[in-house]
């Protein structure tokens, strides 16, 4: 059995905890097509995301294990903030996320909080909340209206002015963004201990 055959048959692969997993009360509705492949690229990503984070207790899950400022429980609460941002554009629009050309030193000290594990905080509070986001964005896929409904973009020195993105282009870029993160996790999990998702 090669690796994508693993991953993708739920008998043979390796599952994050049920921590890690979405609550069934939070799966959406069946679908076909394209919304079906959204939905399986984003679950593909995600458990990637979170399988680095297996057997990891919450210290660990808060350490820097490279030169960078990532740790796995920072990079996850990361990756929530931006899903949860993202999908909330696709419901009303700009507004939803703040204006980046204005933002203060203050702004951007709070923003850093995300990217790691403050005290109080544990992994698994970490992951239910990513859990719950990942839920509401799966039900957003199932039942949103229109996948070509845009709105313009919010002002930020990387967005090109004037530029609108399409529901289906924000998803996209989502799945992107959890690739992305996901191979960043990789990297500070076999930093930490050695342990890879992979070979």
Not at 40 to 48: I, K, V
Not at 141 to 162: I, N, S
């Amino acid at each position: 059995m090669n690796f994508d055959e693993r991953i993708t048959d739920p008998a043979t692969r390796d599952e994050p905890t049920d921590a890690q997993a979405v609550p069934a009360a939070q799966a959406a509705p069946a679908v076909t097509g394209e919304r079906a492949d959204l939905l399986e690229a984003l679950a593909r990503q995600r458990h990637f995301l979170r399988f680095p984070t297996r057997d990891l207790t919450d210290e660990q899950a808060g350490l820097r294990t490279t030169a960078g400022e990532l740790c796995l429980g920072g990079l996850i609460k990361h990756v929530t903030s931006v899903e949860r941002g993202w999908a909330e554009f696709i419901r009303t629009g700009p507004s939803a996320m703040p204006d980046f050309t204005a933002m203060t030193e203050a702004d951007w000290a709070c923003r850093a909080d995300d990217f790691r594990m403050l005290p109080g905080e544990t992994l698994a509070g970490v992951l239910a909340a990513y859990a719950e986001v990942a839920g509401r964005t799966d039900e957003l896929v199932a039942t949103l209206p229109d996948l070509d409904a845009a709105w313009p973009l919010p002002k930020a020195p990387w967005f090109e002015a004037g530029a609108e993105w399409s529901a289906r282009r924000v998803l996209l870029h989502i799945v992107a963004e959890t690739a992305q993160h996901a191979g960043h996790a990789d990297i500070l999990r076999e930093s930490l201990d050695g342990a890879r998702s992979m070979g």
